[in-house]
């Protein structure tokens, strides 16, 4: 995520943030312009971006839930901004818990609809395109307690995403951590997931793309329901990360893409934050060329897979030594086999649509 800087006044800001601390300049996203803006008001309820002099906008109608700080042009038609027009269902907001929980789920989908912008693939909402466009559902269970097993089921079909919302309720996420044997699981991890499979629907589309598709991940068309069955019953793969992300990648291909998609996600997005903040690294003991690595480029327009890996590793190695310092576990706890940086590779290339062009 990048870095942002107040118009006005030149204070550091950051995506989330709705009001200057320095200035007082009321913000807002340009979802567009990939640009977080100082604002001054127009009139009514439009206001002016000082990064976009001479246009007005107005706030996304999910600002007034404090939910959202996205603009709307102030000539569209649209009440809502291109994350918050993807939302088909929300949960009740008379309660106070489901509110906050909403919020949170927002705050993730927000950060994932950047980084597809960013990527400049094909999004458009459900009520625009009604047979390839995205709708997501956030639903709750049959009761407000998160005490019991939900009965919601996170996960995608034929464009519609449902996430639960009781996987923004952080004592939930950790039942659901342990018992489904995810040690990383994480909201926007969620929301990287499943986009990731409606980005198989949306751009794996062709003959060419399931061969390279099936050569790397193995045949999609093997029953999904009892493989999915195996793995909850008879646990991982034997040696799985010899061959996959993580161990729930090894239950069918389509969840080993969906698994690579979101970690390739994970890579680009923390790249450009450690870019915006200047990070580098150079170890001062050992020589070996790993252990230094400085990002001179987009990471997100860097169509060049081996520069993306070549700062990753530094970078890794320097933040899990970090937690370290402190007692705490590995910030990235994953070792990424030949196997595995290879299916990242594929959607690296299938993103910035190299696959099948030979390049």
């Known amino acids: 995520m990048k870095l942002f ?13 709705t009001l200057c601390e320095r200035c007082g300049h009321l913000l ?20 002016r971006a000082l990064a976009m002099p001479g246009e007005c906008f107005r706030f996304c109608a999910n600002a007034a839930h404090n939910a959202c700080n996205w603009l709307v042009p102030a000539a569209s038609k649209n009440v809502f901004c291109r994350a918050c027009e993807l939302n088909r269902t929300i949960p009740d907001l008379d309660s106070p818990r489901n509110r906050l929980l909403w919020r949170r789920l927002e705050s993730a989908k927000h950060n994932l609809v950047y980084g597809l912008i960013r990527f400049r693939l094909p999004l458009s909402s459900r009520f625009s395109d009604p047979e390839r466009g995205l709708a997501f559902d956030f639903l709750a269970g049959p009761d407000d307690s998160f005490q019991a097993q939900s009965q919601v089921s996170t996960g995608h079909a034929a464009g ?15 039942r659901n951590r342990q018992d489904m044997l995810e040690p990383y699981r994480t909201l926007l991890g969620h929301f990287r997931h499943e986009i990731g499979h409606y980005y198989w629907e949306r751009l794996v589309h062709d003959e060419a793309r399931h061969r390279a598709f099936r050569a790397v991940f ?21 040696n799985w990360q010899e061959q996959y992300v993580s161990c729930y990648a090894g239950a069918h291909p389509w969840e080993d893409f969906a698994e690579s998609w979101a970690h390739y996600m994970h890579i680009v997005d923390t790249l450009e934050t450690a870019a915006s903040f200047g990070v580098r690294v150079r170890a001062t003991a050992g020589r070996h060329p790993v252990l230094e690595m400085e990002i001179d480029f987009d990471p997100y327009e860097g169509r060049d ?23 705490q576990p590995d910030l990235y ?19 910035h649509g190299l696959c099948g062009t030979g390049e």
């Open 5 to 17: 800087e107040c118009q006005n006044c030149g204070q550091r800001l950051y995506f989330e943030n």
């Open 28 to 47: 807002g996203y340009l979802a567009e312009q990939v640009t977080l803006s100082a604002l001054t008001r127009a009139g009514g309820e439009t206001w």
């Open 160 to 174: 519609v995403i449902t996430i639960d919302i009781a996987e923004a309720d952080p004592a939930e996420r950790e």
């Open 218 to 238: 193995g045949d999609e068309r093997q029953d999904y329901v009892k493989a999915l069955d195996s793995h909850y019953r008879n646990g991982p793969r034997l």
């Open 305 to 327: 897979f081996d520069a993306l890996m070549a700062a990753w590793y530094p970078l890794t190695y320097a933040v899990n030594s970090l937690n370290q310092s402190m007692g």
């Open 333 to 351: 706890p994953f070792v990424l086999a030949p196997a595995a940086v290879g299916k990242l590779r594929f959607v690296h290339r299938l993103i």
